[in-house]
């Protein structure tokens, strides 16, 4: 199975952001189809974990299209919010994806612990990724990158939680970061590098 390089894919995402930054860590010379161009819809996300999730993700379109799947499961966690909004990274932001929404959640349940927006907030972004082969074999990576919440929302660039992740060692959001450099860095990165070995 691991001997022959993938050469056709579906990316398992109806996240178009998400979709967007993994189309540029993929080589090119891969085939990509996505859900959306299938017309297939999301599963019910069930797992209690990222690589749960994930797997439940990249199992469900292998097995709708007969293609091998990647698929990812990625979110923030706040640690003075017990890890929250976690693996309901989406969720906090509705049914009509609206990450504004999901930001301003963070702040007001940030404000009712009391604390300062001007103090470090610890949080972490995690990308778990599952490649699931028709014949049910698959291979997971997770990747992982610290920082803290930023005191405000800054920058336009990339999607979802962006403009409040400060990384560590670093005065900019990713939301004011271009993707050639957030790409080295971040979560999604760190997870693909333990896989392209498959590409």
């Known amino acids: 199975m691991y001997k022959k390089k993938i ?38 996300e069930t797992g209690r974990s990222f690589l749960e999730n994930s797997l439940i993700k990249a199992k469900y379109y292998s097995k709708k299209t007969n293609e091998v799947c990647l698929a990812d499961d990625s979110g923030l966690e706040i640690d003075i919010l017990g890890k929250l909004p976690g693996i309901y990274s989406a969720r906090w932001a509705g049914r009509k994806s609206d990450f504004n929404l999901a930001i301003r959640k963070v702040y007001r349940e940030l404000k009712k612990k009391k604390i300062n927006k001007n103090k470090n907030i610890k949080c972490r972004f995690i990308c778990a990724l599952t490649i699931f082969w028709p014949n049910n074999k698959y291979y997971q990576s997770q990747g992982m990158v610290e920082g ?5 929302p800054k920058g336009v660039n990339g999607f979802g939680y962006d403009p409040i992740f400060v990384p560590n060692g670093y005065k900019i959001t990713f939301g004011q970061m271009l993707f050639k450099k957030k790409s080295k860095i971040d979560h999604r990165y760190k997870a693909f590098k333990k896989i392209k070995k498959f590409f």
Do not use: D, M
Not at 27 to 37: A, G, Y
Not at 148 to 152: H, L, Q, R, W
């Open 7 to 44: 050469n056709k894919l579906i990316l398992g995402s109806n996240n178009q952001g998400k979709v967007r930054e993994i189309r540029k860590l993929i080589p090119k010379n891969i085939i990509l189809h996505t859900p959306k161009r299938l017309k297939i819809k999301s599963p019910k």
């Open 148 to 152: 803290f919440i930023s005191p405000k």
